[in-house]
């Protein structure tokens, strides 16, 4: 059984293995020394191994580092700037930010009090009760971990106790009890980066947590506290040959669909003209890497912490406040844009509010004025409104009617709150002059809190079709009589839901019964019972693809 050539497309590889591992099924009987009776099964996997064996081997060169991690496949070429003191803002701002450069400052993170405080223990005694956002340590695991606070939640004690076993980690935004513990470096202190100064994201895990590849939405500056990280990052002029997924075609952040543990060269061969450069950041170090910068990180470290300050993408310096003595501030004296109680829903992962006011400037006629239904017809919309959405097709009637009325009453909302007069325009004098806080204000009408980000998360993650596949499943296993202990085991099991909201759907499905759900009750009471998850929200990114294809038509990304 030969290959002479290896095919380029994925789907011809394919083809060729099927072909090969007929031809070595054929051989088995010839083979003498294979003397283990082997079933059609054990024959068809070793032919297919074989098979896939032989696909590589008969190539004149398996690349180097095919199916190695990320950054395998060559030695670096490119070299990061390291500097051993924080520039001043007007420095930082031409030498990095405005060139789109990253830069490592080794010590940066030493003047924060959590540099010498942030150990389990201070963390549990200071913040125990905080609840804070979780995802799953390896990013590319869909599962989303439950904590002590619930769904995607955790309190910083629970977490802190268990992190060592749990598959999850925290990058939440920071609560504001533990603001006083992170220092803002001087270089992000005055003038335009200040009042760029969106959110601050923190990160708690264990040895292990890796990235996969991705770029940022904002500008962000990453400081350590404990533990080191191994960074692989790349020029976004070789964006086209990382395999960013489609659906981050048009946004500000995004992600590539490779597997960064074991990356597939045959499968995608532009990986392997990917110039990088490769750092480790110690304990005490940041690193500024620019809005759109695609990277990936490793976690090394028995306890890994560290802060992100998300800051707007600038392209040009207004150095209004710079004229004064700027150092080390801790962070609750400082104005951040969005902040998080500690408690309830967070505020991160908002779009930037100057890109909005980007926009909108945009659409200006001749004489100043910026049609309001324009920018509402053309840019509010939901994907369920978009003629070439195939997504739409999927949605219940119920999710239908639930996004038809919030985005018609965000449209209201915004036209009331930019032209409460009815005359139908804003002009360019009124946009340029809007606060900080009103440009929240009207970011919060058209982007609402990521479901993501909300207590109610359970409601928008799993699906009601899902819950009911699950629901007949149980009453074909249990002969009709589905125990309410049994249904929530299998809930929180299967579909990886709470008990919380496992018990909600018990008390819907059977309000009088409580303890067995037949097919009656379920048949009776099961719109009520799905009732918050066929109505909840889901992610939307429509908003963000359609003010990004535009800026990006203008230029001004």
């Not at 929240?440 to 990521?450: G, I, Q, S």
């Not at 085991?489 to 990886?496: C, D, S, T």
Request: with cysteine; hydrophobic share 40%; proline share 5%.
């Amino acid at each position: 059984c030969q290959l002479r050539n290896v095919p380029e497309s994925p789907v011809d590889r394919q083809l060729a293995r099927e072909e090969l591992a007929i031809c070595v099924l054929q051989q088995l009987p010839t083979l003498s020394k294979i003397t283990v009776r082997l079933t059609m099964k054990c024959a068809c996997s070793l032919a297919l191994f074989l098979a896939t064996f032989l696909t590589i081997s008969s190539a004149e060169d398996v690349p180097r580092g095919h199916l190695e991690i990320f950054g395998s496949h060559a030695d670096p070429t490119e070299t990061i700037e390291e500097m051993f003191t924080v520039p001043q803002p007007q420095e930082f701002f031409d030498r990095f930010v405005k060139p789109n450069k990253p830069v490592l400052l080794r010590g940066a993170a030493k003047p924060s009090r959590a540099y010498s405080l942030w150990t389990p223990e201070y963390l549990i005694q200071e913040y125990g009760n905080l609840t804070l956002r979780l995802e799953a340590r390896h990013e590319g695991n869909n599962q989303i971990p439950k904590g002590e606070a619930g769904f995607g939640r955790d309190t910083v004690a629970h977490f802190m106790q268990n992190y060592e076993t749990m598959d999850a980690y925290v990058i939440s935004q920071v609560p504001i009890k533990v603001e006083r513990d992170i220092a803002v470096p001087p270089c992000l202190l005055c003038g335009s980066i200040a009042q760029g100064l969106q959110e601050v994201h923190l990160f708690l895990t264990a040895a292990g947590g890796k990235t996969v590849v991705h770029r940022d939405p904002y500008s962000t500056f990453h400081c350590l506290f404990n533990g080191t990280k191994d960074w692989v990052l790349i020029d976004p002029s070789q964006s086209d040959l990382l395999y960013f997924s489609e659906d981050s075609r048009y946004e500000w952040g995004g992600y590539s669909i490779i597997d960064v543990d074991r990356v597939d060269l045959l499968t995608f061969p532009k990986i392997r003209d990917v110039r990088f450069a490769r750092i480790t950041m110690d304990k005490g170090d940041c690193i500024f890497v620019p809005g759109g910068y695609p990277h990936q990180v490793r976690v090394n470290g028995h306890l890994n912490t560290a802060v992100s300050i998300w800051i707007s993408r600038l392209k040009e310096f207004d150095s209004a406040g710079c004229d004064r003595e700027l150092d080390f501030t801790p962070m609750d004296e400082v104005d951040i844009l969005w902040r998080y109680s500690g408690h309830g829903d967070l505020t991160q992962g908002h779009m930037d509010i100057h890109i909005l006011r980007r926009l909108l400037l945009t659409l200006a006629d001749s004489e100043g004025k910026i049609s309001v239904q324009h920018f509402l017809v053309n840019f509010v919309k939901g994907k369920h409104e978009l003629e070439d959405e195939e997504e739409a097709d999927d949605l219940s009637e119920v999710q239908l009617h639930t996004m038809d009325e919030l985005y018609n009453n965000m449209r209201a909302e915004f036209a009331q709150k930019v032209d409460p007069e009815g005359r139908g325009y804003m002009t360019t004098e009124q946009v340029k002059g809007w606060t900080a806080d009103e440009m929240k204000e009207l970011m919060l009408t058209l982007d609402p809190t990521d479901v993501s980000d909300m207590d109610t998360f359970e409601y928008s993650h799993i699906q009601a079709a899902d819950i009911a596949d699950l629901l007949v499943d149980l009453l074909r296993e249990n002969r009709g009589q589905i125990p309410a202990d049994v249904f929530v085991q299998e809930y929180v099991e299967r579909i990886g839901g709470t008990a919380r909201a496992a018990n909600e759907i018990v008390s819907k499905l059977a309000p009088d019964q409580g303890s067995t759900l037949t097919a009656t009750l379920i048949k009776e009471n099961m719109a009520a019972a799905m009732e918050p998850f066929e109505s909840a929200r889901f992610h939307d990114p429509t908003l963000e693809r359609l003010m990004y294809k535009h800026l990006e038509m203008h230029d001004e990304l």
